[in-house]
């Protein structure tokens, strides 16, 4: 059964988040050889057309006002309300992320539908589209449908493989006028905590530390570990705590759930909490002093031994490979 | 100030998870206040104690909840609300909930309604902003951070770790996000106290609601454990040669490097 579906885009850092891609990726699924049209909102964000119809989007409609320049609950509805009685899709699909979680629900109580949030997988069968999340911190996992409504969505990023990227591609580009009104809700300033660069939720490698790294400066090999294969920094709770670094690295049940390619915990020692952010990492290594920590349960690969010798020999052998291809 | 805060009774973090006849096993597992929502009653109570007014904690469940709601009663709370809707309602999702509390919520007059961002068992962090649509009352999610003045409010969130600086009025919904405050233990006369402390028990008809008006939207259809992990490989002998092995093993068999 043929659907039209739209996605929401996400601009960060005057970029297109990855995860834009991977919801068009999702919508062509759920689509099922409909429609799929790219909302991209925004005070200036009509360039980041072409790039959504790379990746997939049969047309992008543009929101453009001032008032859209920052994220705001009431702001973007507006947006997203007037697109929605334009294009009467059948679902929305949105990135899992803070803007994606925060509207996504509001949206779906105005149309009185279905929100199937923190999707890591889709599959059509022909009938119902079956979408697959986890529950229990990523314990479990359930498969749901959307039974009736429209359908809304939310994809958890680096789950869903984006489509190949295809510059030749071509597609229209509309803008849609609305006048926003009533803001409810003011952001007065945004105070930047993260680090440039590579955004946790959505790196495909991640270096983490733990207690074991033993001071703010003890993270410092992590992180030019982390620069050499292109990742990020991340932390347990236990390093955060102890005031290594800054709760915004924090992976596990309370701060981020990551899924990257490759997960490096360095001296963490495994407890159940920080698990449930990154076990389901496609490959694990621990490295750590004690053979009996936790974390070696769940690793692809271990090595016992003090992190302060073994990722700096990482770093050599690291940069070595990547001379040699 | 007339303060709300919607609780769900939980799982706790530490239990291993069990499947029986396609659902997650119930039996002997131990249960708490959604982590999340603990901050939001913990708020509450420290809004209430500088501003004055009532504290009233709301869950959605069965005679169960009741253990959690003299819980927060413990903590400060005033009064506790269970709507139990087990028997009238067979299908229910996060759609059901949000409708059935803002049923409840509709005529209270509430100035604040505070929440956790997430629960932990199910995770689809939807009630809140979804309750807040339907009152037609703003919110603002995973906050750390509340100022109210008069009905001016000042909200600092959590924004995948960069902080928003929000500016915004009263009546208002806010989710809680770890680091808003250190919620408290309930005190031993805390506990006597709350055992006298009036706890409210609702059905689906005492809010005029059918079992068509809050039918769920989404199905479930399966509940597996993820494949079990093979275990690892503690790679051996000396560290430089380990690390070697690694590179190797990452690049050709794991392919991620």
């Known amino acids: ?325 | 100030m007339n303060i709300f805060v919607l609780m769900k009774r939980t799982f706790d973090t530490e239990e291993k998870i069990v499947i029986q006849n396609g659902k997650v096993s119930e039996e002997g597992a131990e249960f708490i206040i959604n982590p999340y929502d603990e901050y939001a009653i913990e708020e509450a109570i420290q809004v209430r104690d500088q501003h004055g007014g009532e504290v009233t904690v709301v869950t959605i469940g069965n005679e169960d909840a009741e253990k959690e709601l003299r819980t927060a009663l413990a903590m400060g709370a005033d009064k506790a609300v269970l709507i139990n809707i087990e028997d009238d309602v067979e299908s229910r999702d996060q759609y059901t909930t949000a409708k059935v509390l803002a049923e409840y919520l509709k005529d209270k007059e509430a100035d604040l309604i505070l929440a956790g961002n997430v629960a932990i068992d199910g995770g689809s962090g939807q009630v809140g902003p979804r309750v807040a649509e339907l009152l037609g009352i703003p919110y603002v999610t995973t906050i750390t951070k509340l100022e109210i003045d008069g009905t001016n409010v000042k909200v600092v969130r959590d924004v995948e770790g960069d902080e928003e600086v929000i500016e915004t009025s009263l009546p208002l919904l806010v989710t809680a996000q770890q680091g808003l405050n250190e919620p408290r233990y309930p005190s031993l006369p805390g506990i006597m106290k709350a055992k006298k402390k009036p706890l409210e028990e609702l059905e689906l008809d005492d809010l005029d609601l059918e079992e068509d008006d809050v039918e769920a939207k989404t199905k479930t259809i399966e509940i597996f454990l993820p494949p079990k992990k093979e275990s690892g490989k503690i790679l051996q002998g000396d560290i430089s040669d380990q690390v070697k092995e690694l590179v190797s093993l990452l690049h050709t068999e794991a392919k991620v490097i």
């Open chain 1, 1 to 325: 059964m043929a659907r039209k579906v739209l996605t929401l885009a996400e601009v960060r850092d005057g970029a297109l988040r990855n995860v834009s891609f991977e919801a068009i990726s999702a919508a062509k699924t759920i689509a099922e050889g409909g429609e799929v049209v790219a909302v991209v909102v925004g005070a200036s964000v009509r360039s980041f057309a072409s790039e959504l119809i790379a990746y997939g989007a049969d047309r992008v409609v543009v929101v453009e006002h001032e008032k859209l320049a920052t994220y705001t609950p009431d702001g973007y509805a507006q947006a997203l309300q007037a697109v929605v009685e334009q294009e009467k899709p059948e679902g929305i699909v949105f990135g899992h992320t803070a803007l994606g979680k925060d509207l996504s629900p509001k949206l779906a109580a105005k149309w009185q539908s279905g929100l199937v949030s923190d999707v890591v997988a889709v599959e059509e069968t022909g009938g119902n589209i079956i979408f697959t999340r986890p529950i229990y911190s990523g314990k479990a996992f359930e498969k749901k449908i959307v039974t009736d409504g429209l359908m809304f969505v939310t994809v958890r990023p680096n789950n869903i493989a984006p489509l190949e990227k295809d510059e030749s591609r071509t597609g229209e580009v509309v803008n849609v006028q609305v006048d926003i009104k009533d803001l409810r809700t003011i952001v007065r300033d945004i105070v930047r905590k993260t680090a440039e660069g590579v955004d946790l939720s959505e790196a495909k490698v991640i270096v983490a530390g733990g207690r074991g790294v033993k001071s703010a400066e003890g993270f410092e090999p992590l992180k030019e570990l982390a620069n050499v294969l292109g990742g990020a920094v991340g932390a347990s709770r236990g390093a955060c705590d102890a005031g290594y670094c800054d709760y915004s690295l924090q992976i596990g049940q309370t701060g981020k759930v990551v899924t990257p390619d490759l997960y490096i915990a360095c001296g963490i020692s495994g407890a159940i909490q920080h698990l449930a952010g990154m076990s389901n990492s496609k490959v694990i290594v621990a490295i750590n002093k004690d053979p009996e920590a936790n974390i070696f349960k769940v690793a692809d690969y271990g090595i016992v031994g003090d992190l302060f010798e073994v990722v700096p020999l990482l770093i050599e052998e690291f940069k070595k490979l990547k001379v040699h291809s």
